[in-house]
């Protein structure tokens, strides 16, 4: 079946180090987004990506990196610089327009807790 | 700048009621809408959109409402359920807008047996 895997589903990290999440998906999907949930602020765009080797920064990128060098593939690093990463990561691709959800299709998330 | 804004944090329903969620937005761009439900630790789901040209889509218990002219939705639940309690999220799509969805805040719906 085909889908979104994100993992860990669980990842601690230190202060001072930088952490990457993986996003895999085998939909075919050309846009791949990266999404952060926080209590009370809804789920907010870290960066997307269109097409493989481009993508763009969304609306919180500060302390973030991305990179696109397949297609499958969407993984996100957490730098230290970013200042609060305890959070709800979520991973979502998506298809043409056209269909009722415009394709979108969500990761189940990965919890990450800096210890 | 929050461009979609559910001004309510949480709704508690008595099962079989009706359960209403509402959702503001601001940019008047805005071309297709979708709500979302959402359980702790998971990935949202898709539960119903509707594009700007239209003001109400249906599908079984769920019905959207827009009014443009308000910049309001609104998502009716009908009759509600135990199982429906969760997160509903509130999201735009921008009119060319590469496809990236705003989200809003989220509302807390709580059905009691």
Redesign the interface.
């Known amino acids: 079946d085909g889908g979104?895997t994100q993992s860990p589903?669980y990842l601690f990290r230190k202060e001072g180090q930088n952490v990457t999440l993986s996003c895999e998906q085998n939909l075919n999907h050309d846009?791949m987004?990266w999404?952060r949930q926080d209590p009370?602020?809804?789920?907010?765009?870290i960066y997307?990506s269109?097409i493989v080797n481009d993508f763009?920064k969304?609306d919180i990128a500060e302390g973030y990196s991305v990179s696109r060098e397949k297609k499958e593939s969407f993984p996100l690093t957490v730098t230290s610089a970013q200042k609060n990463p305890t959070a709800?990561y979520?991973c979502?691709s998506?298809s043409p327009?056209g269909l009722?959800?415009?394709g979108?299709t969500?990761?189940?998330?990965t919890?990450l807790t800096v210890v | 700048d929050q461009q979609?804004k559910?001004n309510s944090?949480s709704l508690s329903v008595q099962e079989g009621r009706i359960s209403i969620l509402n959702c503001d937005y601001t940019n008047s761009m805005f071309d297709?809408f979708?709500w979302y439900k959402k359980y702790p630790?998971?990935?949202?789901?898709?539960l119903i959109?509707i594009s700007s040209i239209k003001d109400k889509n249906e599908d079984g218990r769920f019905t959207v409402f827009l009014n443009k002219s308000a910049k309001h939705l609104s998502l009716h639940i009908v009759p509600s359920q135990p199982g429906d309690s969760a997160v509903y999220?509130c999201?735009a799509?921008l009119y060319r807008g590469?496809?990236?969805?705003?989200?809003?805040?989220?509302t807390i719906l709580t059905v009691h047996p």
């Not at chain 1, 969500?106 to 998330?109: D, E, I, L, Q, V």
């Not at chain 2, 630790?41 to 898709?46: D, H, L, V, Y």
Request: net charge positive; charged share 10%.
């Open positions: 979104i589903k846009a987004y999404y009370g602020q809804g789920l907010r765009l997307y269109q763009q969304g709800f979520l979502a998506s327009r009722q959800n415009y979108y969500f990761g189940s998330g919890r | 979609v559910q944090p297709y979708l630790a998971e990935g949202p789901t898709f959109s999220f999201a799509i590469h496809g990236k969805l705003t989200f809003g805040q989220g």
